[in-house]
Each structure stands twice: as C-alpha cells, then as structure tokens.
T-cell receptor, first 117, second 112 residues
Framework: DGGITQSPKYLFRKEGQNVTLSCEQNLNHDAMYWYRQDPGQGLRLIYYSQIVNDFQKGDIAEGYSVSREKKESFPLTVTSAQKNPTAFYLC????????????????FGPGTRLTVL | KQEVTQIPAALSVPEGENLVLNCSFTDSAIYNLQWFRQDPGKGLTSLLL?????REQTSGRLNASLDKSSGRSTLYIAASQPGDSATYLCAVGVGGSEKLVFGKGMKLTVNP
C-alpha cells in the first residue's frame, strides 16, 4: 500500500522545546517537501529536497531544520527559534523536483497539527 | 513574484448545481497548474494537472481549463453532490524554480 505517512497526527509542545515531525514515503520518489498551512492561508514551502543528503530552503525556513539521510524519510524539526509554530504541517513528495517534469504532481501526507502550549 | 488568487473564499450551493471555481495568477511563466482537494484536517489530493501547453483536462465530473495569456484557470464541477464539499486549492508550477505557489483555497459546501 504505497503512500506518505506523517506522525504524529497531533503534537503538543511547550514553548522553548524542539520537536521533530516524521515523514516517510514508499513511493520511491526522489523529491520531498515540507509545507506549513495556517487557517485561511495557502500552503507555504518550508524546505525541499531533491536527493539524499541535499535540501534547500523554501520561503519560510527560519526556525526549522531538516535532514535527508534516507530516500524515504524527510523529518522536520521545529526549533525554539520558530516564533509562531502552531500550524498544520504537510509533507509531500514527487517523482522529481517540480519544474523538471511538467506532468509530475505532488502527493501529500495526512498532516501533523502542532500546537504550542 | 507569482501570486495566486481564488475568489470567493467560500461558496454554499444546493445539490445538483453545476459549479465554476476560479483561479487567477499574476505571472504567465508557469509550467503547469494543478487543482487539489482538501478535506477538513486532512492532506491534499490532486484532482487535475494541466501542463502549460494544454488548454484543459477532464476527470469524471471535473473539468479544468487553463488560459495562460489571461492568467486564469477554472475548475468546472458538474452535478454537484454533498460529497464534493471540501476546500479546493489551485497551485501553479513556477517557471525556472522548483516550487508550487498555492492560492488560499475556496471552501465549497454542497447542501443536500
């Protein structure tokens, strides 16, 4: 059963703590992405990765960090430097980076809702 | 800077109506345009993808058109059903970069 999984579904964090959101895919996709979604807002790109051990900042990377040690995994760490981390976080993957193949779409995971207490 | 706009932000209609959802973008240098569906608290599901060289795509009761020169796309939903209730997002693939730019979405409610 192929797809993208994200865990946990809900996450609560105290101020000053770092938390890591998990994203795993078994679609054999090279590219992976992290987005943030706030109420009434479109998705904003945090980080993306084209290949193992390589990743690039998106539009709102400050206060976040990622790693890509394995093709199927792209965890996101929300650090204490992120001033307003409460949001819905979505992970996505595509065969290759969007733009290289105009026919590629992105496949999304179910999301993690992070709340800072 | 590419901007994507979806108006209105919400729409409520009775079951059975044919619907047109609008999406506009400011820069015509796109490589594709995609329509996604999002159910409450869930991830996005791709509905239709139109390459920049195409004019329209169809899937079942859905038809999406693209007019690059005017910076517009429409998603047509025929014979709407309560199960179509969701938020619909439009996104454009930005030429020369690796990312999608999303609109804020339109929340559709189809009443039985």
């Amino acid at each position: 059963d192929g797809g993208i999984t994200q865990s946990p579904k809900y996450l609560f964090r105290k101020e000053g703590q770092n938390v890591t959101l998990s994203c795993e895919q078994n679609l054999n996709h090279d590219a992976m992405y992290w987005y943030r979604q706030d109420p009434g807002q479109g998705l904003r790109l945090i980080y993306y990765s084209q290949i193992v051990n390589d990743f690039q900042k998106g539009d709102i990377a400050e206060g976040y960090s990622v790693s890509r040690e394995k093709k199927e995994s792209f965890p996101l760490t929300v650090t204490s430097a992120q001033k307003n981390p409460t949001a819905f976080y979505l992970c996505a993957s595509s065969i290759d980076l969007a733009g290289i193949w105009a026919t590629d779409t992105q496949y999304f995971g179910p999301g993690t809702r992070l709340t800072v207490l | 800077k590419q901007e994507v706009t979806q108006i209105p932000a919400a729409l409520s209609v009775p079951e059975g109506e044919n619907l047109v959802l609008n999406c506009s973008f400011t820069d015509s240098a796109i490589y594709n345009l995609q329509w996604f569906r999002q159910d409450p608290g869930k991830g996005l599901t791709s509905l239709l993808l139109i390459q920049s060289s195409q004019r329209e795509q169809t899937s079942g009761r859905l038809n999406a058109s693209l007019d690059k020169s005017s910076g517009r796309s429409t998603l047509y939903i025929a014979a709407s059903q309560p199960g179509d209730s969701a938020t619909y997002l439009c996104a454009v693939g930005v030429g020369g970069s690796e990312k999608l730019v999303f609109g804020k979405g339109m929340k559709l409610t189809v009443n039985p």
